[in-house]
C-alpha cells in the first residue's frame, strides 16, 4: 500500500481500515518501502543469496537487498555498499561460515574503501566447523566512500552458508 495521510479528531472512532492504513504508514516510513524515506534516515540491507567457496582472502559477493532507500547497492559493484551521502553509520555485518578444508584462522574485517579497517573479528577454527560472526560497528562516512566485508583467510578454505536465516547480510543505517 502506498502512504496515505491520515488525520484524526478527538472522540472519533477509527475504523479497521483506518488503523490498518496508520500501520502500513509506520512499516513503509521505518523500512523505506513505497517511496517513503526510512524518517530521514538512509538505509540499506544487502545479503547474499548464492554459495560462493572461498580459497584465502576474499571479499563477500552481495547478490541481493532485502530494503536500499539510498541507492547504496550495484550489481556491477558486488561486494561493496556505496555511501550516496556523507553521514555518521551504524554498520552491521553477519555470516555464517563453513570450514570446508584445513584449520584457517579467519581474520573478518569490514573496510572502507579498501584501505581503512572500520572494524575487526579474528576467529580461529578447527576443521569442518561452522561458525557464525556478527559485528556492530560505527563510522563517519563521506559519499562515494564504499564499505566491504572481507575474509581474510589463513590455512584453509570456507563457504558461506545461504540457507534459511543464515543469509550473510551487511547492513548500514545513516543517523
Not at 18 to 46: F, K, P, T, Y
Not at 48 to 65: L, R
Not at 96 to 125: A, D, E, M
Amino acid at each position: 500500500m502506498a502512504y496515505s495521510f491520515q488525520t484524526f479528531t478527538v472522540g472519533q472512532v477509527l475504523t479497521a481500515a483506518q488503523m490498518n492504513q496508520v500501520e502500513v504508514n509506520i512499516r513503509d516510513h521505518i523500512h523505506g518501502q513505497n517511496g517513503v524515506s526510512a524518517m530521514g534516515l538512509s538505509a540499506a540491507q544487502v545479503k547474499a543469496t548464492s554459495v560462493h567457496q572461498y580459497t584465502g582472502s576474499a571479499f563477500i559477493i552481495w547478490d541481493g537487498t532485502d530494503y536500499d532507500n539510498g541507492t547504496f547497492f550495484n550489481t556491477a559493484s558486488n561486494t561493496r555498499v556505496t555511501i550516496t551521502n556523507s553521514n555518521r553509520y551504524l554498520i552491521n555485518a553477519y555470516s555464517k561460515l563453513t570450514i570446508t578444508s584445513g584449520s584457517p584462522v579467519l581474520n573478518v574485517q569490514v573496510l572502507k574503501n579498501r584501505t581503512s579497517i572500520i572494524g575487526n573479528l579474528t576467529i580461529t577454527n578447527s576443521s569442518y566447523e561452522t561458525c557464525r560472526i556478527m559485528g556492530g560497528f560505527s563510522a563517519l562516512l563521506s559519499a562515494a566512500d564504499y564499505i566491504e566485508l572481507l575474509i581474510d583467510n589463513t590455512g584453509g578454505a570456507f563457504s558461506v552458508d545461504v540457507a534459511a536465516d543464515y543469509s550473510p547480510k551487511l547492513s548500514i543505517v545513516g543517523f
